[in-house]
């Protein structure tokens, strides 16, 4: 919903464990502006686990826009 201003899941694959932050500061419904893993900005905006396995989690952060 547009009046959740952020909210958070946490999920298990495989060894990886990801937690996922969404952040909605403008009230949006639809759309993502960006997603970022660990800090760093994906540009199609696509998140493939496969690549992380060397680590035991990540961070996703979605954010709204």
Do not use: C
């Not at 990886?16 to 800090?39: C, D, K, M, S, T």
Request: aromatic residues 10%; without cysteine.
């Amino acid at each position: 919903p547009s009046s959740w201003k952020e909210f958070s899941a946490r999920l298990r694959w495989n060894d990886l464990n990801v937690q996922i932050n969404f952040h909605n500061p403008n009230a949006r419904q639809q759309g993502v502006e960006r997603v970022e893993i660990n800090g760093k900005a994906i540009a199609d905006r696509k998140v493939v686990l496969g690549g992380y396995s060397e680590k035991p989690e990540i961070t996703v952060d979605v954010f709204m826009g």
